[in-house]
């Protein structure tokens, strides 16, 4: 039976295990087949989501996942609904299961076509033209890729099989030829659900995984059930969820608590205008989140020599010349880096050398991958018992690899892995679906916040959210600093997802509404 996704971390494993699950389950020779399951399990959906539906049109290609679409065709068509089918398979070629979806669909009054049908937004289009096959080296096929031209342009709800048909199970990445075609294809047009089949796939939740999916749904096609012991692959990542809701920090303080029980942060950035271009705003915003997210005390060294005395916005934050900001650093949860311009470049060896929990961002991640001594002490913290937590976004991550943002966005799961082993750190990789990577720990990707994120200073806000949390535990090492990553990201979307879709989201609005909105 699908089901939408539990309110709970989830397991996600990639092409691979999902293989060795399947052969697995395939040995056993369940009946009905797994095909058959799914196809039930996918019929049953296509009526949830569609109960008008005049027409249905199901898309089915060359493989099993074509077999999955033959068998759902079948159903729906016994159950009296209008279907239209496009087979792109050729019998002989045909695994034996497809085969008898194929009989099933044939023995139906179903029209089969290869002329996409005038389609109605109330009506449905099944997407079972590629699934966990696709090939990343294959050729783009031209007739799979003008019926997804089709399907997307389409006012009809999409119901995509497994996968969304080109999108890489491992990494979320649209495969070349299959993405919409429209740079900015907006997903208010169309409703999109996937079904997810056996398993959850790392790339529904991240890159361009959240949009070609749409609402994922789920069914392990009675895996659970089956009375044999079936491999148990270590989860590639897991989906975040907080053990505990996201107010639970704060409204479990002990009573006999004062404002140092809950941790220093001391934000380091925000360049000033003598430097060319003022950048002050961003270490405020660092602050500030940090202030509302609970942190026990707030401190800013703005650089440059800042001439502020006070920020009458927020007086609770305390601001400290560089002199008394050096000296907090071994007692403090320290952000640097937000608009920290070229600045920051030449307080980093002392920071890097004494913070005694260090995030860095932007422009102080900017200042370490372009000198290899910064680099050197970075490493040199993990040894030292120093945790250390980096929020690069794509670019920023690219410059700390020395790649391209193409190349980061290819594979986000491997490039957050490959710079937390390399740099022993926390990081945490920004964008649509945030991945969280420590060394030792299986990454998590982040479910919550949306496009309402994407302006300017949010970053900066999530740094001091991250930090508050962080700040407010007993002990810094990794693996806080990982659980305080993924908290501090979960409630930073969390926010976003609970915004009025219609009301832009400012930085400084996210920072001020944090603890009342989570
Ligand atoms: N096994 C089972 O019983 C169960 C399987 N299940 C279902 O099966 C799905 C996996 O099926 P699958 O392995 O047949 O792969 P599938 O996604 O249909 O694609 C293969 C076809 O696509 C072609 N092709 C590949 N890449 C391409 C590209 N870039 N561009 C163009 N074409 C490309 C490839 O071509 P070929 O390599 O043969 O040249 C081949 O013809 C899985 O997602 C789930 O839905 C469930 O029902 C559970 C039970
Ligand atoms: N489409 C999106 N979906 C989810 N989160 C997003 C999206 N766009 C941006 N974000 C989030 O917004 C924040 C932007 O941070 P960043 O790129 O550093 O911006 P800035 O430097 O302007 O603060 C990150 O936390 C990122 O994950
Ligand atoms: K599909």
């Given amino acids: 039976m699908p089901q939408r996704l539990p309110a709970t971390p989830l397991p ?77 398979g050729q019998r002989e070629r045909c695994s034996s299961d497809t085969l008898v979806a194929l009989q099933q669909a044939q023995n139906q009054a179903i029209h089969w076509s290869d002329t996409p049908p005038a389609l109605q937004p109330h009506d449905l289009i099944v997407d079972a033209l590629l699934g966990l096959g696709l090939h990343s080296q294959a050729a783009t096929n031209p007739r799979i890729a003008a019926l997804l031209q089709h399907s997307y342009a389409s006012p009809a709800t999409v119901l995509a099989v497994d996968l969304p048909s080109g999108l890489q199970a491992d990494t979320g990445l649209w495969q070349a030829g299959y993405a919409p075609q429209t740079p900015h294809h907006s997903p208010g047009h169309q409703q999109r659900h996937t079904l997810s089949l056996l398993t959850l796939k790392p790339g529904l939740f991240t890159a361009d995984g959240r949009d070609a999916a749409g609402q994922i749904w789920f069914d392990d096609l009675g895996l659970g059930q089956l009375p044999i012991a079936l491999p148990s692959p270590a989860p590639t990542a897991w989906l975040h969820h907080p053990a505990a809701p996201i107010t639970a920090g704060l409204a479990a303080r002990r009573h006999a608590s004062h404002k140092g029980s809950f941790g220093d942060v001391l934000v380091i950035g925000g360049q000033g205008l003598q430097a060319g271009a003022a950048m002050q705003g961003a270490a ?83 200042a370490i991958a372009a000198d290899a001594m910064l680099r050197q002490r970075l490493k040199n913290r993990g040894p030292a018992g120093l945790p250390t937590v980096l929020t690069p976004h794509p670019l920023e991550a690219a410059r700390l690899l020395n790649s391209s943002v193409p190349a980061v966005q290819a594979d986000r799961l491997a490039a957050a892995h490959t710079l937390a082993n390399t740099l022993d750190c926390t990081v945490l990789l920004k964008g649509s679906g945030s991945i969280i990577a420590s060394p030792g720990e299986v990454p998590h990707i982040n479910p919550t916040g949306n496009a309402l994120l994407a302006t300017g200073g949010t970053g900066d806000v999530l740094a001091g959210m991250v930090a508050a949390r962080w700040a407010s535990m007993p002990n810094g090492m990794h693996r806080q600093a990982h659980h305080a990553a993924c908290a ?31």
């Fill in 284 to 366: 405020i915003l660092a602050a500030s989140a940090a202030l509302h997210h609970g942190a026990g005390r707030v401190f800013l060294h703005l650089l440059d020599h800042g001439q502020l005395q006070q920020l009458p916005q927020t007086p609770e934050i305390m601001l400290r010349n560089q002199v008394t900001a050096l000296a907090q650093l071994p007692s403090s949860t320290v952000v640097c880096g937000c608009g920290g311009g070229s600045s920051v470049a030449a307080l980093l060896p002392k920071v890097l050398e004494h913070s005694a929990r260090l995030l860095l961002d932007a422009d102080a991640l900017n």
């Fill in 12 to 88: 996600l494993f990639n092409s691979a295990s999902t293989r060795a699950l399947e052969q697995a389950a395939l040995a056993w020779h369940p009946q009905p087949s797994l095909m058959q399951r799914a196809g039930r399990a996918c019929a049953q959906l296509a009526q949830a989501l569609a109960p008008h539906a005049q027409h249905i049109w199901v898309l089915c290609g060359p493989g099993n996942n074509g077999g999955d679409g033959l068998a759902a065709a079948a159903i729906l068509a016994a159950q009296g609904r209008k279907v239209t089918l496009t087979w792109l």
């Fill in 488 to 518: 501090g990201a979960y409630a930073h979307g969390a926010i976003a997802d609970g915004w009025p879709a219609q009301r832009p989201l400012t930085a400084q609005a996210l920072a001020r509404t944090l603890a009342r909105a989570c």
